[in-house]
């Protein structure tokens, strides 16, 4: 073959390879998001042929670990509690996010849960702590639900008066059965190695689970009681390998950011714009997750400008 044939060939292989190239966005994000991003993604792709969302869930604090500990690349951050942004992120990575939906912490099971005739919001740290029934959540370090799970117990000694729910639940609660993230522990659910898993709603209603409502008291859902939830503290890993932080409670709040240095700027700004329209709103919701409306930015003044219209400013 000469060489003027093999450069030509060279050519055209370089040339296919590029003919079909698509613009990417590339999210990092809770596991708790993965099914309202995957149709959010479905969607934006529909109407923008052009470009290719790729989604990556793992914990929230695991995801911006991806990109301040372990300088990964992408374009957006979802995650949801927006004070792992503030704690992981800013200022070298990002200078604003937007709490865009809420969520409140439950307790799922499943039909061949042991007591699920029983449990119930006035007993389940009774049945939790009976010797024979396992339970399980993430972890705190990785996933703002595990440190959310320990300011739940906390809360609950101040609402069932005279309970110590938080010490029998520390001391029932089996490292072997702690994952990652909440997603995690559906399988354990399912194939019954666990009877009962500190879960968020949408999660349990999304994987079609039974579950107990907590009091709004301890549930982390409501804003009117952001003062009583944040007598709650649990301390984590911190920014750097073996620092620690305390973490307050503080109401359930998902926040999405752009990173400074994303590769795909414009088209995650497009995404998230999508995100916060009606349309977008609509198919959180279908997920079990109510929308803030409008969303809060945390400084509007940085946000990309076609942003602002769906969002309103306020110190969280």
Known sequence: MSKSTIFALLILIIGCFGCGSKDRVVIFHAGSLARPLREL???????????EVVLEAAGSRAS????SELSRSADMIAVSDYLVIEELL????CDWHISFAGNSMVIAFSVHSKYGSEISPDNWFEVL????????????NLDPCG??????????????????????????SDPRNVRPTEIELIALLENFALDYAFQYKSIALQYHLKYIELPESVNLSESAMEYLYRSAEVIVSGRQPGEHTLVHGTPIRYAFTILKKSPGREQAVQFAEFMLS???????????????????????????????RYCREEHL
Request: contains cysteine; charged residues 30%.
């Open 41 to 51: 993604k479905t969607e934006f792709e529909a109407t923008h042929p052009g470009c």
């Open 64 to 67: 911006c670990r991806k990109i």
């Open 90 to 93: 800013m200022p070298e990575h």
């Open 129 to 140: 702590a009976r010797p024979d029934v396992k339970f399980g959540h993430s972890d705190k």
């Open 147 to 172: 440190y959310r799970t320990e300011m739940v117990w906390q809360l609950s000694d101040r609402h069932y008066s005279g309970k110590q729910v938080l010490a029998e639940m520390k001391k029932r």
């Open 278 to 308: 009606d349309a977008g709103r609509a198919l959180i919701e279908k997920n079990h997750q109510p929308a803030i409306s409008p969303a809060v930015a945390s400084r509007m003044d940085l946000i990309p400008t076609t942003l602002r």
